[in-house]
Nanobody
């Protein structure tokens, strides 16, 4: 499974950006799709949001009410709509896909897209 993320860029605080991530090579579909981010100068990726194949969502507390995750199963794409952006949202955003196949979970990562929020 390959993941291709896009949509990052530079935005002023209070602005909005939309990210998308398209999967390919997933003949059997992807169960869980998520977004993570890694802030500059940090080593750890932090969970942002996830969505199941049945569109059940989960969010990090700090983005609840500002970010919205969605997916189009037919297009094998997951989206992250980000509103009311803050400078602390600046990070490289990564999409993640988890696939359950033949009794085990497989995890895949996209290449990351940079989001910069200026004050």
């Amino acid at each position: 499974v390959q993941l291709q993320a896009s949509g990052g860029g530079l935005v002023l605080a209070g602005g909005s950006l939309s990210l998308s991530c398209t999967t390919s090579g997933n003949k059997f579909g992807v169960n869980l799709m998520s977004w993570y981010r890694q802030a500059p100068g940090t080593q750890q990726r932090e969970f942002i949001a996830s969505i199941t194949k049945n569109h059940r969502t989960n969010y990090r507390d700090s983005v609840k009410g500002r970010f919205a995750i969605s997916r189009d199963n037919a297009q094998n794409t997951v989206y992250l709509e980000m509103n009311s952006l803050k400078p602390e949202d600046t990070a490289v955003y990564y999409c993640n896909a988890d696939q359950f196949l033949s009794g085990r979970w497989y995890e895949y990562w996209g290449q990351g897209t940079l989001v910069t929020v200026s004050s």
